[in-house]
């Protein structure tokens, strides 16, 4: 086992600090974002730090770098209140990977990458048909995190589209089937294996797969 | 392909409407939370929500629930300033669950569990010596999320043990090679299969593998 600490962060090479940094949290999800405006039309980006915040309102955020790359996806969620974020999937990680370039305001990555919008009865956010899982978010709030200018996107979920054959009876909907993948790093992509779900844990009794 | 809208979600039972909704965000990291204080002794919690939030300051948050399981947790950090992230193993991925039952304050879970607490040098917070990645944080903020009482804690990665074969030439942690677990809704454990790592994404360029 080797250790680094803080002190020794400063002398590494910051590509190689972004790298190392990044893949310390674990395994993340993997989403696209789509978004719409009426002067700039689609946008399509995909962020690695979208969770889950409480069941009851439904809420979900995720982080914001304002300065970078996903500017237009901030902007259309600010101007127009509603967002999508749909699960990717390994038929598609290659394209959904390729959003994160730097496209001018006005392409729309569908588009660019080769990824089909679509809509669900009159939700004004775009969804990537060749998603599996995909949930229309209405923006409620942003908070911001001052330690390093980023910003936490808070949304509810208005409606989820998913395949019916992956919600169990207990209602966990199960990812591994639906094909959704997980990710690890700035750029590293992987399919799931599932150990097991355990049960819910009291103290007077070890858990069991269930 | 089903769909389920917001005006149904109050119609579902509660259990089954939070193991549903917190399917939702996609596959999640699995980190052991240590903490200790000189009154109650030691702590160790189980948390899917921590992400990466910036490489420079070098920052990780997770959510808390303050009313609920962790909050020996919670004031652990906030008294002592320090603690632990620690990814789970399939190895001992029963025992992580585990730490989730409501033990009594002066119950430490790492003996509850059968996990052995482990010190590198002066840091005061236990790492959980079963794990190979371990991350030593100093508190720096806790951030309310007014909207569902929930809190984001925010603190800085003060030392980072790993198994340094599982270190790649540009930084990326090889999670995968190191045996971190994902873990999806409430209760599921997967190993995961990588796909590829893909490259840094250009307009003028489709990504290709790396």
Chains 1, 2 share one sequence.
Do not use: W
């Not at 990680?93 to 392409?107: I, N």
């Not at 990555?109 to 599996?132: I, K, M, N, R």
């Not at 989820?160 to 790093?185: H, R």
């Amino acid at each position: 086992m080797k250790k680094i600490k803080k002190t020794a962060f400063a002398d590494l090479e910051a590509r190689f600090r972004t790298h190392f940094i990044n893949s310390l949290s674990g395994f993340k999800s993997a989403n696209l974002v789509g978004t719409k405006s009426e002067e700039t039309g689609l946008n399509l980006s995909i962020v690695s730090s979208v969770i889950h915040l409480g069941a009851n309102p439904a809420l979900m955020g995720f982080i914001m770098r304002p300065a970078r790359v996903p500017r237009h996806t901030y902007k259309n969620i600010i101007k127009t209140g509603y967002y999508t974020f749909n699960h990717v999937l390994p038929s598609f990680f290659k394209e959904a990977h390729q959003t994160s370039a730097r496209y001018p305001e006005s392409v729309s990555e569908f588009e660019a990458v080769g990824l089909t919008p679509e809509y669900s009865d009159d939700f004004y956010a775009p969804y990537v048909q060749e998603s599996q899982v995909k949930i229309g978010m209405k923006f409620l709030e942003e908070v911001p995190i001052q330690l390093n200018d980023t910003i936490l996107i808070i949304g509810e979920i208005m409606e989820v589209i998913y395949p019916e054959d992956c919600k169990q009876a207990d209602g966990f909907l199960d990812l591994e089937k639906a094909g959704t993948v997980t990710c690890s790093g700035l750029d590293s992509y992987h399919t799931t294996t599932k150990l097991s779900r355990l049960s819910y844990a009291k103290t007077d009794k070890p858990v069991k797969e269930i």
